[in-house]
C-alpha cells in the first residue's frame, strides 16, 4: 500500500492485495470458495479545494468463482403403485448438470466512482450538498450467471449490478 | 439541468441493471440412467436416455446393452420395450428396457451396466432393503374434518429413509382437484400427490394443507404407499441440485447421471375422502 498524506490538498492511497482462499467440504472435495479475490487493486483520492472536495476511487479485482452449468435434464419420479416412472409436470423436475464447483470465474471486475461535495456554511452549522456517482462508466461486472439450455437457442444470460448510479445529498452539521 | 434530463438521468439509474446474452453450444451430452429394483415386482424398468438436446426430457437411447447381475452372478440381459404411453405400443419414446429376474434377493448388491451404441458405459449397484411383509390394508373411508392419517412400521434393515406417497386415483368420480382459486380439474389431470420422506412412523392430519389447497379432496380415493429406500433412492430423489450453491444431484452411477436404488412398498392402503367435489 502507497499513501499519499495531505499535500497541497490532495491525500489519496494506492492498494494491492494477493489473496489464496480454498476449502474442502464434506466429500473431502477441495474449491476455491466464492469469497475467495486473487488480486485486488484500489487507487482512492481526494482534491479540496476552499470550497470543493472532489473523490475518486478506481477498483479492479479477479472475478468471483462460480460454478458452469453444463446442461439440464428431467428427473422423473418413480411411482410404485403404477410400476413406472412419472413423465408429467408433477413427476418430472429439472435437474441441472454441473461443471467443477467454481471452476470458474466471472471477468475481471472494475469500477470508477467519482463524489463531488461543496463545502459551505450557514451561520455556525456546516452545510454540504454533494454528488456521488458509482460505476461512471457503467463497467457491466456480472453480479450472476443465468444458463438457459432449453428451447432451440442456449445461452448463458449475465446481469450486472447498478450501470451507472448517481446519489444526490445534502449533509447538515450543527 | 433540464426536468426531461433529470428524468432520464433518474430512469437510467433505476434500470442500470443489464443483461448480457452469450450464445452456448450444446448442453453436456451424458447418459441418463433411472433404474430402481422394486421386489413386489417380477419385471424391473431401466430407462435410458442422453441428455445435451433442446429437450430437458432427453433423448431415449436404443441399441443399448443393459444387464443386471444378480448376487448369485448370473447375468440377466433387459430388452429394450416400448413406452406404456406410445398408442400404437411400438414405439420407445424414453429408452426403456425391462429385464425378468424373478423374485429379487435382499441384502445383496445387484449391478447394473448400461453399455450404449458407443461404447458409453454407465453401471452401478444397489441392495435391496430387508423389510418386514407389506401391511395390506383394506380400504377406508377418511373424513377430513376429524381423521388423522396415522401408520408405523418396523424399522428395515438396509432402510436409509421411507416414502409416504399420497396418490389421487383418477378414477375417483372423474374429477380430481380442486386448486387454490376453486378450479376444477377433470380426468385427465391429477391431483399434485403428496410426498414426505420419514422414519418409522407417519401421521397426516385430515386438515393438513399442500400446494395452499386441502391435502385430501373430497371424494378424491388415495392410495397411500409407504416405501423402504436404499441409500441412491433417497440421495437421487430427495435432493435437488442448485446451480447457484453449486449442488449437483447426487447420482449413484459411474460413467453417467441417474440413479439405480431400490424401493420396497411396505404399507398400502386406499382411503376414500368423504364429500363431494364442488362443481360435479
Not at chain 2, 18 to 46: E, F, K, Y
Not at chain 2, 154 to 172: K, N
Request: proline content about 7%; some cysteine.
Amino acid at each position: 500500500m502507497v499513501r499519499q498524506v495531505e499535500h497541497n490538498g490532495f491525500s489519496g492511497w494506492l492498494a494491492y492485495s494477493f489473496s489464496l482462499s480454498r476449502r474442502t467440504d464434506a466429500s473431502g472435495l477441495s474449491y476455491i470458495p466464492a469469497q475467495d479475490r486473487r488480486h485486488e487493486l484500489n487507487l482512492v483520492g481526494s482534491w479540496r479545494t476552499s470550497r470543493y472536495l472532489f473523490g475518486a476511487r478506481f477498483g479492479v479485482s479477479t472475478g468471483t468463482p462460480y460454478t458452469r452449468v453444463d446442461g439440464v435434464y428431467d428427473r422423473q419420479r418413480y411411482d410404485p403403485l403404477l410400476d413406472d416412472w412419472e413423465y408429467s409436470d408433477h413427476g418430472a423436475t429439472r435437474q441441472y448438470l454441473l461443471g467443477p464447483r467454481n471452476g470458474e470465474r466471472y471477468p475481471l471486475a472494475h469500477r470508477l466512482d467519482l463524489s463531488l461535495t461543496r463545502i459551505g456554511r450557514d451561520g455556525t452549522a456546516r452545510m454540504t450538498p454533494y454528488l456521488s456517482v458509482a460505476n461512471v462508466y457503467g463497467a457491466m461486472n456480472p453480479a450472476i450467471y443465468t444458463f438457459d439450455y432449453v428451447g432451440t437457442v442456449h445461452e448463458r444470460v449475465g446481469a450486472s449490478n447498478f450501470r451507472f448510479l448517481p446519489t444526490f445529498g445534502i449533509r447538515y452539521v450543527f | 439541468m433540464s426536468s426531461r434530463a433529470t428524468w432520464a438521468l433518474l430512469a437510467l439509474s433505476l434500470t442500470g441493471g443489464c443483461l448480457d446474452h452469450t450464445p452456448l453450444g450444446p448442453g453436456a451430452d451424458v447418459v441418463l440412467v433411472q433404474a430402481v429394483l422394486n421386489p413386489t415386482r417380477s419385471v424391473q424398468h431401466i430407462e435410458v436416455r442422453r441428455s445435451g438436446t433442446d429437450l430437458t426430457g432427453g433423448v431415449p437411447v436404443h441399441g443399448a446393452t443393459v444387464t443386471l447381475e444378480a448376487p448369485d452372478g448370473a447375468v440377466h440381459v433387459a430388452s429394450e420395450v416400448p413406452s406404456p404411453s406410445d398408442p400404437q405400443g411400438t414405439a420407445n419414446f424414453v429408452g426403456r428396457y425391462d429385464v425378468a429376474v424373478g423374485a429379487l434377493t435382499v441384502g445383496q448388491p445387484y449391478h447394473l451396466r448400461v453399455v450404449t451404441a458407443d461404447g458409453t458405459i454407465a453401471e452401478g449397484d444397489a441392495i435391496v432393503p430387508a423389510t418386514p411383509p407389506p401391511q395390506l390394508m383394506t380400504e377406508r373411508r377418511f373424513d377430513p374434518v376429524k381423521d388423522t392419517l396415522r401408520f408405523a412400521w418396523p424399522r428395515a434393515t438396509g432402510a436409509r429413509a421411507y416414502e409416504v406417497r399420497l396418490i389421487p386415483q383418477p378414477d375417483s368420480a372423474g374429477i380430481v382437484y380442486t386448486d387454490p382459486y376453486g378450479q376444477v380439474y377433470y380426468s385427465g389431470y391429477t391431483a399434485p400427490d403428496f410426498l414426505a420422506w420419514v422414519d418409522t412412523s407417519v401421521t397426516i392430519a385430515g386438515t393438513a394443507r399442500h400446494h395452499n389447497g386441502p391435502l385430501f379432496q373430497p371424494g378424491v380415493r388415495y392410495v397411500v404407499i409407504v416405501s423402504a429406500v436404499d441409500d441412491h433412492y433417497y440421495d437421487y430423489f430427495a435432493h435437488e441440485s442448485d446451480p447457484y450453491s453449486a449442488t449437483p444431484l447426487p447420482s449413484s452411477l459411474r460413467g453417467g447421471a441417474g440413479v439405480f436404488g431400490a424401493i420396497v412398498p411396505i404399507v398400502w392402503q386406499s382411503i376414500v375422502v368423504e364429500g363431494s367435489t364442488p362443481g360435479l
